[in-house]
């Protein structure tokens, strides 16, 4: 089994910057690829952005498209999401999660999940 602990959440301007952490412990961590979603209140768990095992590809929800970059730095067993231009819609709880196939990466049936870290974007 694969643990997986987010940070990097923080309280931030509309227009700033944030990068978030996933760091995996567990497991190979080479032999997953890792997803982030993030939750509002009130809302349903969404996808944010996605990244294969080896780092070669990418997959992003339109919402983020050229504000977020995911990448991932194996030997430090960490996955990162650095999100710029942020917006007040992009306020919520970050997880990042982990599953064997890059197939299917914006559906939420990864095998493994973090607990989140909260991200608030003001106005």
């Known amino acids: 089994q694969v643990q997986l602990v987010e940070s990097g959440g923080g309280l931030v301007q509309a227009g700033g910057s944030l990068r978030l952490s996933c760091a995996a412990s567990g497991g190979t961590f080479s032999n997953y690829a890792v997803g982030w979603f993030r939750q509002a209140p009130g809302k349903e768990r969404e996808f944010v952005a996605a990244?294969?095992?080896?780092?070669?590809?990418?997959r992003y929800a339109d919402s983020v498209k050229g504000r977020f970059t995911i990448s991932r730095d194996n030997a430090a067993n960490t996955v990162y999401v650095q999100m710029n231009s942020l917006k007040p819609e992009d306020t919520a709880v970050y997880y990042c999660?982990?599953?064997?196939?890059?197939?299917?990466?914006?559906?939420?049936?990864?095998?493994?999940w973090g607990g989140g870290t909260q991200v608030t974007v003001s106005s």
């Open positions: 990244i294969e095992r080896s780092g070669g590809s990418t």
């Open positions: 999660a982990a599953r064997r196939l890059f197939t299917r990466v914006e559906v939420d049936d990864y095998s493994y």
